[in-house]
């Protein structure tokens, strides 16, 4: 699960919303597209882009020029996270489950800026837009290399969550911003914005997808995993890959079948192992004569060397 409030150009966001909704309809744009993809939030699933654009834009209360006006938060699940929703609930019912599953990151969103009066996605305004697609940018290794040109499709499940949401809250009355990063150090500062710990959203995001869909997340598909291996030390990062390896081989041991012929097998051959086990206190050897014997021993080859040293 990534989930990232992005920085990128076409999120340029200190004036109106006009031009990052228009690049949000890029989908909606392609020739012989079947069905229009509207805007969704927690209440509605039909929202137009002008209705997205008019109410952020209008959101801006006491904001200055320079100020930002919205964030633009992506959430993209794994093409193993998207195959399982749609091994559960089809793709259609997948779909579906996604933006149920972005109102409750809204939620953690809200949660993660510990402000009196935002408790949930109900006190923020947001708007947000499912992807079919992805495309590769000067940023990726493919492109970098000339393995694929910049704006060409990336293969696979690419589905995908756009969120806009305004730096005001429902009221307009609230700012909240994300880039108060202060997690308190800021006290004063932390109290007016509201204090907002990326990695602990980024985490609760995938804590919700796997409670709310039953999702088995293996340690290395986890941000614990990664985030260690990017900025953890040797140590840290080799006991990561030493719980990995673990859980790798218990999961290969878990899937093995035994009949149960073989189970009753196996049970016999434990129950006869521990049969012999009182056996084992009785049963010892003493081995104080030989230590006493080598004891002798080398003592008589200290006294040979020393008496032929002596001859010489």
Do not use: C
């Not at 996270?81 to 990151?105: N, P, S, Y």
């Amino acid at each position: 699960m990534f989930i990232n409030i992005t920085d990128k150009k076409e999120a340029e966001n200190k004036g109106s919303s006009a031009m990052l909704v228009h690049y949000l309809e890029k989908e909606n744009r392609i020739p012989k597209k079947q069905q229009q993809e509207f805007w969704f939030n927690a209440l509605r699933s039909d929202i137009s882009p002008f209705e997205v654009m008019s109410r952020i834009d209008g959101n801006v209360a006491k904001l200055g020029r320079n100020d930002p006006k919205f964030f633009l938060i992506n959430i993209s699940p794994s093409q193993k996270e998207i195959a399982f929703l749609m091994e559960k609930f089809g793709r259609d019912g997948a779909r579906e489950k996604l933006k149920e599953f972005t109102a409750r990151v809204m939620d953690e969103y809200a949660k993660n800026f510990k402000r009196a009066g935002i408790s949930s996605q109900q006190d923020l305004l947001w708007f947000g837009k499912l992807e079919d697609f992805r495309y590769y940018t000067f940023t990726d290794r493919e492109v970098k290399q000339g393995e694929r040109k910049r704006g060409e499709r990336k293969d696979g499940e690419q589905m995908h969550i756009q969120v806009i949401v305004s730096r005001k809250d429902a009221t307009n009355r609230i700012k909240l911003s994300p880039q108060n990063t202060s997690r308190g150090k800021n006290i004063e500062h932390s109290k007016k914005m509201g204090q907002f710990d990326r990695l602990a959203f980024k985490q609760s995001g995938e804590t919700v997808f796997d409670e709310l869909f039953g999702f088995d997340r293996k340690l290395k598909d986890s941000l614990q995993f990664a985030n260690v291996q990017k900025n953890g030390s040797l140590t840290e990062r080799s006991e990561m890959a030493a719980r990995s390896l673990e859980e790798d081989i218990s999961v290969a041991f878990s899937s093995i079948h035994i009949e149960p012929e073989q189970q009753a097998s196996l049970a016999e051959d434990t129950d006869l192992e521990i049969s012999f086990l009182p056996l084992l206190d009785a049963f010892s050897i003493d081995i104080s004569d030989d230590i006493d014997d080598e004891a002798i021993l080398g003592r008589n080859r200290q006294r040979k060397r020393k008496a032929r040293t002596n001859t010489r």
